[in-house]
């Protein structure tokens, strides 16, 4: 073998593609989908300020607080402090990319190095 | 859209292409990333490319992707998708006073392509919707170069990940970078105290709830932090009443 893996295609994440493409293009153009002028309920409205932040939330912090299921349970995981400088390195420079460059800075040696 | 004539004949064409063109720069690394955590996540090559070309929005497919290597089902995935996307519902409201005069088809691919720079920049040079019809193709075409320059260049950079990506060990574990981007992301959209209540709650619960099958910890999580959200709400619009 010479390393290199191209993985396993199957339809169902072909199909799951596809919704997502939908979805791009419904949220992209959900108000003027309509000919009609319309507006969404008060509560749907508030709850749009809150629902993406949730959302990105929800998936992120298990990426980096667990493993395979369960809380880690160490203090030597690459990702905790790859993400607490991440987040240092937003707040004082508000650039998503030097915080993904930074934090990955933090995350390869720990990880490739020492194993975390 | 770009490849109309109509449009990039226009002199605001050019204009779209070159506000871009920096931007762009600045997204290179962001895409090569982008590429490369789609691989190493765990996708094939092949279901990365047909990411990467059709659904074209970067937070969704970086979120969807663990969702999708861990089973979930397919509506659990489109509708984290959804929620990461409710931004461009706030943009299109907006976007809506401008691209009104258009049939439904145009405008809905108008709306595909119009991401999150290509709007800013967009509402930047237009703060208000033109009423003549040149004031209006001048504005199409003005988008239609940004549409061009943003939708090529992230393409472009994307792929090139997708291929650099094969000559990376997986076991580097460069698929973080892609967590590291939404938790950037998650940090931008953190503008209010009740934003990183909702943040707050929303990492609380999905940890709580990971044992869940199906992985509704994640539906759960938006669920109950937007609920508490507004209800937080309520609770400071009743103290700010005068008694």
Request: overall charge positive; charged content about 10%.
């Amino acid at each position: 073998m010479n390393g290199v893996t191209f993985g396993v295609t199957d339809a169902w994440t072909l199909w799951v593609i596809f919704g997502l493409t939908v979805i791009t293009a419904v949220t992209r153009s959900f108000f003027f989908l309509s000919n009609s002028e319309w507006h969404l309920p008060h509560w749907a409205q508030r709850g749009l300020q809150y629902a993406p932040i949730a959302a990105l939330s929800a998936v992120v912090i298990p990426e980096i607080v667990m493993t395979q299921g369960a809380l880690i349970a160490t203090w030597q995981d690459a990702r905790i402090f790859a993400a607490a400088v991440g987040v240092v390195v937003y707040f004082a420079k508000r650039d998503v990319l030097l915080t993904i460059v930074l934090g990955m800075a933090v995350y390869l040696p720990l990880h490739l190095s020492l194993g975390w | 859209m770009f490849w109309q004539r109509r449009l990039n004949q226009h002199p605001e064409f050019k204009h779209g292409l070159s506000d871009l063109a920096p931007q762009a720069f600045g997204q290179i690394a962001w895409a090569l990333m982008t590429g490369v955590a789609l691989v190493k996540s765990g996708m094939s090559v092949f279901e990365s490319v047909a990411m990467t070309l059709c659904v074209y929005a970067g937070s969704s497919q970086l979120a969807a992707t663990p969702l999708i290597v861990a089973g979930a089902p397919a509506w659990v995935v489109l509708a984290t998708g959804f929620c990461v996307n409710l931004r461009f519902v706030v943009f299109s409201l907006h976007m809506r006073g401008y691209l009104m005069h258009l049939p439904r088809l145009p405008r809905i691919i108008t709306g595909y392509f119009t991401t999150d720079i290509a709007y800013v920049l967009f509402v930047r040079r237009f703060s208000h919707p033109e009423h003549t019809d040149e004031g209006r193709l001048a504005q199409e075409a003005y988008l239609a170069g940004l549409s061009l320059a943003n939708w090529s260049s992230w393409m472009l950079f994307s792929l090139l990940g997708i291929a650099l990506a094969n000559a990376i060990p997986t076991s580097w574990g460069l698929g973080f970078a892609g967590i590291l981007c939404l938790l950037g992301i998650q940090c931008s959209l953190a503008s209010s105290r009740l934003r990183v209540l909702a943040s707050l709650v929303a990492g609380a619960v999905a940890v709580l709830a990971y044992a869940l099958p199906l992985k509704l910890n994640i539906v759960l999580a938006i669920a109950v932090a937007v609920l508490a959200c507004l209800m937080m709400e309520q609770v400071k619009a009743q103290k700010a009443k005068p008694v």
